[in-house]
């Protein structure tokens, strides 16, 4: 599949497939097994928006999302009136109205946090319950899990002034297979959710819902994975559909000699004739600078007419310079679209050649870039 961009425009071409993204829920919502299937949307659904991601994971059949920043909580309610929403960056000072008015879930990972939630709860009868996040190894944010039996005595003692809606931990490397680390966090997390035993649990990501079925819970966090992201560190076959495709036109394409150098730096020289096609697109637009190759070190690549053209010199902040020399002469035309991501190239690929990860590429998706939204499938 290739795009033309429209007249309007000269800008690089996103199409998100609903249909690849919904057929990821299902695909991980069967794996989880008895547990729900969350959707985690935080950084605007992952860089694809909130407003074009929830409603096609609502159709799905989602019933719980979380999200990093309350603002994004705003967005979601607003889509989805009926659904819980978890704000993962824990409750600030002075925002109790904003949760009270949407019926958002703080969750809360220290004691000052639940210190200001307790007046709203003691002022407000329809106050939304709350989830406790517990570290079991990060050391980012969370109670320490000995506060857990402290926590749970005054929960059944009702001296905790407000309702539990849910417990919850996050892994450190659970797309490793074999991970000790994620083996010590699951028994960790297991001796939570006694302690807990009454109160739905939570600890599996994108990874953990495929190498830690023993630990799905009652509701299981999809991320990565929703996306089109391979949920594990291995080469098997990634088992999610892709859901985006990035592609950009050919501003100009000219014919170098032996010796000339390409870009700011004049960090790549040709060791051959080379025909170079110039890409509207850069840094502005998300893709790394960690792309580029020097005449000694390769960097990332795109396909032009089915032919992989290597990136070359530094990346620009609105160019891209690649060597088409290979490509058919028929694709590599001032229009013609070369594919960033697509037709094999994938979003881990593309991460994996910037020196970087396939996150980073998806949440950086650039704002400049024309949006197209399609449903269906094996385009």
């Known amino acids: 599949m290739s795009s033309t961009p429209s007249a309007s425009s000269n800008s690089a071409v996103l199409t998100i497939n609903l249909a690849a993204l919904r057929e990821n829920w299902h695909t991980l919502d069967r794996l989880s097994g008895q547990a729900a299937t969350g959707a985690v949307v935080k950084a605007n659904a992952y860089g694809l928006g909130i407003e ?26 607003a889509l989805a009136p009926d659904a ?102 699951c028994a960790e997390f297991d001796d939570l959710r006694m302690i807990f035993k009454d109160i739905p649990a939570s600890l599996c990501n994108s990874s953990g819902i495929f190498l ?5 819970y009652d509701l299981v966090r999809s991320g990565y994975a929703l996306y089109g992201g391979h949920p594990l560190w291995s080469n098997s076959a990634n088992p999610m559909s892709p859901v985006i495709r990035l592609e950009a036109p050919i501003i100009q394409t000219r014919l170098i000699p032996i010796g000339d150098s390409v870009g700011y730096g004049g960090f790549w020289t040709a060791a051959r004739p080379t025909r170079l096609a110039c890409l ?14 020097t005449t000694t070190r390769p960097g990332g690549y795109v396909i032009i007419g089915g032919v992989k053209c290597a990136m070359l010199g530094r990346v620009s902040m609105d160019l891209l310079i690649v060597d088409a020399t290979d490509a058919p002469c028929h694709a590599v035309q ?16 593309v991460g994996d050649n910037a020196r970087t990860i396939g996150y980073d590429i998806l949440v950086s998706l650039g704002h400049r870039f024309e949006r197209r939204v399609i449903d269906q499938l094996g385009v």
């Open 280 to 293: 509207s697109l850069g840094y502005a637009d998300g893709l790394p600078r960690g792309s580029e190759s």
């Open 52 to 77: 074009t991601v929830v409603p096609t994971l609502i159709d799905a059949g989602c019933r719980h999302f979380f999200v990093a920043h309350l603002s994004e909580a705003v967005r979601v309610r």
């Open 334 to 349: 001032r229009g013609s679209m070369a594919t960033i991501i697509g037709d094999g190239l994938s979003i881990d690929c």
């Open 212 to 216: 830690t079925p023993d630990s799905h």
């Open 84 to 185: 819980d929403i978890f704000v993962l960056n824990g409750f600030f000072p002075d925002t109790g109205h904003t949760y009270l008015q949407h019926q958002l879930t703080p969750v809360l990972g220290s004691f000052a946090e639940m210190d200001e939630w307790r007046p709203l709860a003691t002022e407000h009868r329809n106050i939304p319950p709350v989830a406790l996040h517990f570290d079991t190894g990060l050391n980012r944010l969370g109670f320490a899990p000995y506060d857990g039996k402290e926590i749970a005595e005054a929960h059944r003692s009702g001296s905790l002034g407000f309702p539990i809606r849910l417990v919850m931990s996050h892994f450190v490397e659970s797309e490793i297979e074999g991970s000790n680390v994620t083996a010590r966090q």
